[in-house]
């Protein structure tokens, strides 16, 4: 028996049910969307909507108000409230077609990803007109389109690079239509989490990331139930933060266990996450090298290949543009690094200590010593770690391409330390022995206190 996989798949039911199953239970975050839809758009049901009981609760061609709320969500009903609603004028293959040209016109850097990828006449914006969907997912687009949060634009972004580096990779014309319908619903699942959890820039502690690391595999579940797509659509989206080395989520996948649109996407959304950042496409070509294989070396080296071309390509004043770390960089440099040799050497003690007597509980340990090293392996192959010593003389007088590098990998590595402590807190969370990992967690998280202590760590 696979313990690990076990362990995340106790950890995904726990977190998702009842709240985002199908089986006709209402999803009260789904349904506080889809009423705030209906504000402004009309959204009527396709069929008489029954409850489990077979009571009516709304008629065919009804319209959908927020009288019918307390009704709706108190009710399990027969079928999914998914498969029974339509929004009338929701978002269409020429709504994306509209948007993608505006957002190509207004972000540089997608633009010039495009213009060096996209040769011999190919346009990806081809493959969105081909694109039709169901009353289910029109419903969600349309969602994402209306809420002002930019998801729909990013959703857009994310489906364009995966359908332009698809072309690139050789895909086939499906293949480069699961990409890009991978790459615009990459996300539909976060319809189903507590708004809360979604914030930017919001530090989740690693037992609220639970209710965060599902949204693949939720995504996996409606199109898989609401749409007739090939199979490699619901299974490129459930792969989107899966990582080549198994240091991904929600399910731990490696190597070719990860679909080949699965590992374009997941490329897609992170280069997609940096567009609107300073410096993004030089950002986005470091970003992806930090850590040696995360991604598999030919799709590592199509993508640097084309963000490269792509930064020769940005006008003038846009490649010279500055982004300054702040001035306390170095010391952030030297607590990043200290959290890296408090957390391994947490646990190494842990690993030797009798009390750790569970199998699978020594495994995660012995997992988690080896992604610690890896970390602390990319961020002495990066050349950062000359700068942790104030007597070196490359410490002195940096310049802001330098500065630069080290804000960025700064950022990767944190970013590297808490996916570990969320991903520890989500394999542990089903485990009688849980409260073990809660300083390894702490310390990961970079809460140092948090029972650290115990370990004579401080």
Not at 302 to 321: P, T
């Amino acid at each position: 028996m696979d313990t690990n996989r076990t362990a995340t798949d106790q950890a995904e039911r726990s977190a998702a049910a009842p709240e985002h199953s199908m089986d006709g239970s209402v999803n009260r975050h789904y349904l506080n969307k889809v009423l705030d839809l209906a504000d402004v758009m009309p959204v009527v049901a396709t069929e008489d909507i029954y409850d489990s009981h077979g009571m009516k609760l709304l008629a065919k061609g009804a319209g959908v108000s927020r009288l019918l709320q307390e009704k709706i969500i108190l009710h399990k009903l027969k079928k999914p409230i998914e498969s029974t609603l339509v929004v009338e004028g929701g978002v269409d293959a020429t709504t994306l077609v509209r948007t993608a040209k505006r957002v190509i016109d207004t972000c540089a850097p997608l633009d010039n990803i495009l213009r060096a990828t996209c040769i011999g006449g190919f346009t990806p914006l081809t493959t969105l007109s081909n694109m039709s969907f169901g009353n289910a997912i029109t419903m969600m687009l349309t969602i994402s389109e209306r809420d002002g949060s930019q998801a729909f634009e990013h959703a857009l972004i994310v489906s364009l690079l995966s359908i332009c580096w698809a072309k690139k990779l050789h895909f086939t014309e499906q293949e480069q239509q699961i990409a890009g319908l991978a790459g615009l619903l990459h996300d539909v699942g976060e319809l189903y989490i507590e708004p809360a959890y979604l914030i930017r820039q919001t530090h989740l502690l690693p037992h609220q990331w639970t209710h965060v690391v599902v949204h693949p595999r939720i995504g996996q579940m409606l199109i898989a139930e609401c749409e007739t797509f090939p199979a490699g659509v619901a299974r490129a989206v459930a792969e989107h933060h899966e990582h080549y080395d198994g240091g991904g989520y929600p399910r731990r996948l490696h190597g070719n266990q990860i679909s080949a649109p699965g590992q374009v996407v997941g490329m897609a959304e992170l280069v997609g996450s940096l567009l609107a950042t300073s410096r993004s496409l030089e950002r986005a070509e470091l970003a992806i090298k930090i850590f040696p294989g995360e991604h598999e070396h030919g799709l590592l080296s199509a993508i640097s290949g084309s963000l490269h071309l792509s930064r020769l390509g940005l006008r003038r004043h846009e490649e010279n543009e500055r982004a300054l770390a702040d001035d306390d960089e170095d010391e952030n440099l030297e607590h990043l690094y200290e959290r890296m040799s408090s957390s391994l050497d947490c646990a190494r003690k842990l690993l030797e200590q009798t009390s750790v007597k569970s199998p699978q509980m020594a495994e995660i340990l012995t997992q988690s010593v080896d992604r610690i090293r890896a970390i602390e392996r990319a961020f002495v192959g990066t050349g950062m770690d000359v700068y942790l010593s104030q007597s070196s003389l490359f410490s002195r007088d940096v310049d802001d391409v330098i500065l630069f590098e080290k804000e960025v990998v700064t950022r990767e590595i944190q970013w590297r330390l808490r996916c570990l402590a969320r991903d520890l807190a989500l394999r542990s969370g089903a485990s009688d022995d849980s409260s073990i990992f809660s300083a390894l967690i702490g310390l990961l998280d970079d809460r140092v206190g948090a029972g650290a202590e115990v370990l004579g760590l401080h």
